[in-house]
């Protein structure tokens, strides 16, 4: 393998010659190994935006000369058209404040800028990775925005995969609304209600938890870029703000704002800490309304047998023809993963000190890879799953029929104490409520049948 020689403020660096980093991240790179994972694609896109966007705005505000500018900007645009993504090594968690992943992002755009202008990798005394590329930046304000920008980015797709759940939850809820079923509480035998009443409910959450996401989504469009180091806009010319996020917006096509307090935007992390609850909240329901598929699924003889599972592959390398809630199983890991990388989240949120909270990396690790697996397999789950579901009409019937507590519609009639006789006989004996109130005369057939349908 050849190599260059890069040098930075620590000294010479061997660097392998057809790499497009620099120094510093080949310092990080023998520091940082801990996933295996790089970072994620809309993190290194938003960063790319940032440093695109900033040279713009140094551009127009003239702190920075046109023809470096313009390099730096067509630079930006190479790689966000797909090149040099392989380029972008430093792993998800690396050095506090993402300092490590920032300056791998300089470093790159500084090498692709510096061929464009005809000069070779490393001759940074042309184009400079932090005068040039991180000019009117600092890792403190660049990575929280770029957290903003990349969890944004995947939102789109987590409200789009719900939408197609709520919408496949709302379609079963009204085929199933003509099928009466035992209703559960305590995972006891309750009064009767419909299994359509139940996937109605369902939407009803998925729906809140949805539009809960959306409501937090909002605080995450106000961002810090321009608070530079501590939040006080150190070392950057004066219109620089309004410029850069100007920018970002028209090139992210998000409504980006500035945090009013940039102090603050660099000491709290409350708007993904909010927004990483809202997913918390979201597994929550799937998790439980993966919990009840399983359990009205199960069966098919000595379960509950009330829905029929789709298929999806074989249920056992061992036993023949069976056929498992493998999908609401896989709901069901993919919502710990979620509540416990809310509690990530949370931690590195109050670990933040003084003017800056420097465990971004972890914090937007958790997130992304959040909605990561809600927008990757709610879609297959609610295709593959839900859509595919049936009713075991003379399951749901048989239940209603068997249960002695459906004595609870006849109560009024009765009164309590002979009630709860029926109750105890209808078990030691197995003679169903129906059977018993018509036998011993207490109310004629027809009277039964209007009360219990």
Do not use: W
């Not at 960063?47 to 000369?65: P, Y």
């Not at 359509?196 to 959450?205: C, H, I, L, R, V």
């Amino acid at each position: 393998m050849k190599f260059r020689t890069d040098k930075d403020s620590l000294g010479e660096v061997k660097i392998p010659a057809d790499a497009y980093y620099g120094p510093f991240t080949a310092r990080a790179i023998q520091q940082y190994h801990v996933t295996g994972h790089r970072s994620h694609l809309y993190l290194i896109i938003a960063f790319v935006m940032i440093k695109r966007s900033a040279a713009v705005a140094n551009i127009k505000t003239g702190a920075l000369d046109k023809k470096r500018g313009s390099a730096i900007v067509k630079a930006c645009d190479i790689i966000l058209s797909g090149k040099f993504l392989d380029q972008f090594v430093i792993e998800e968690i690396n050095s506090g404040a993402g300092t490590a992943f920032n300056m791998n992002v300089n470093e790159v755009i500084a090498n692709v800028a510096l061929e464009i202008v005809g000069q070779h990798k490393g001759k940074y005394e042309v184009i400079h990775p932090n005068d040039h590329v991180n000019m009117s930046q600092s890792s403190n304000d660049t990575f929280p925005t770029a957290i903003h920008v990349s969890i944004l980015f995947n939102l789109k797709q987590v409200i789009l995969a719900l939408d197609e759940l709520i919408k496949s939850l709302t379609k079963k809820a009204k085929e199933f609304s003509v099928f009466k079923k035992i209703g559960r509480t305590h995972l006891m035998d309750a009064l009767p209600v419909t299994l359509g009443g139940e996937f109605g409910a369902y939407a009803t959450s998925i729906a809140k938890a949805r539009d809960a996401i959306v409501a937090a989504k909002k605080e995450l469009e106000f961002v810090a870029l321009g608070g530079t180091a501590v939040g006080t806009g150190a070392n950057t010319p004066k219109g620089y703000r309004t410029a850069v996020i100007s920018e970002l917006t028209r090139v992210t096509k998000l409504p980006l704002k500035p945090q009013a307090d940039m102090q603050f935007s660099l000491q709290s992390r409350l708007a993904v800490v909010n927004l990483s609850s809202t997913l918390r909240n979201l597994a929550v329901e799937l998790g439980r309304i993966s919990n009840d598929i399983r359990l009205m699924a199960s069966g098919p003889v000595a379960g509950l047998s009330e829905l029929g599972i789709p298929a999806v592959h074989a249920g056992s390398s061992i036993m023949p023809g069976k056929v498992n809630p493998s999908l609401a199983e896989c709901m069901n890991m993919i919502c710990f993963d979620i509540i416990g990388n809310d509690n990530v989240v949370a931690l590195a949120a109050q670990a933040g000190q003084f003017e800056l909270n420097v465990m971004l990396p972890v914090m937007l690790k958790s997130v992304l890879e959040s909605t990561d697996m809600i927008k990757n397999f709610v879609p297959i789950f609610s295709r593959n799953l839900i859509d595919g579901l049936s009713a075991n009409k003379q399951k749901l019937r048989q239940h209603i029929e068997k249960s002695p507590v459906i004595v609870t519609l006849l109560s009024p009639r009765l009164g309590y104490q002979t009630s709860a006789e029926l109750y105890k006989e209808s078990l030691k004996t197995g003679k169903t409520i129906r059977e018993l109130v018509i036998s011993k005369g207490l109310l004629s057939e027809k009277e039964v049948t209007k009360l219990l349908g």
